[in-house]
């Protein structure tokens, strides 16, 4: 889906997954305890085995329904932090006006050098 979806249209395209997703998160604990019911113990297996059956056939069937988008409407992956900036504010020996005290490299190596000096 997101290789089809415009730079403008990620918010709806979101906001669309969200909504499936809380429906599953909802409905998914009802059918499990149906399952579990009618099966016994064994019908929680049953249940994520279906579940995860119906998403790969979902999923293989929306591949073969349209062709990849062209080379030249892809972007390219940008790789991004998983770290958010303000977590580095919590720092306390980060010093603000300094650029460098901001990056993960430096806050990974400040803590490994106290680490080892407490350790030691």
Not at 39 to 56: D, S
Not at 67 to 79: G, K, L, N
Not at 84 to 103: G, H, K, M, Q, V
């Amino acid at each position: 889906m997101n290789d089809f979806v415009s730079a403008d249209g990620f918010v709806e395209a979101s906001s669309g997954l969200l909504l499936v997703y809380s429906a599953g998160a909802v409905c998914g604990p009802l059918i499990a305890a149906a399952f579990i019911e009618w099966f016994g113990k064994e019908g929680l297996l049953f249940f994520t085995a279906t579940a995860h059956a119906a998403m790969a056939i979902f999923a293989i069937q929306r591949m073969y329904q349209r062709a990849r988008p062209s080379e030249e409407d892809r972007s390219d992956f940008v790789a991004v932090s998983a770290a958010t900036p303000s977590a580095f504010n919590l720092d306390p020996r980060a010093d603000p006006s300094d650029e460098d005290s901001w990056t993960l490299q430096t806050i990974a190596i400040r803590l490994a050098v106290d680490a080892k000096s407490s350790a030691s």
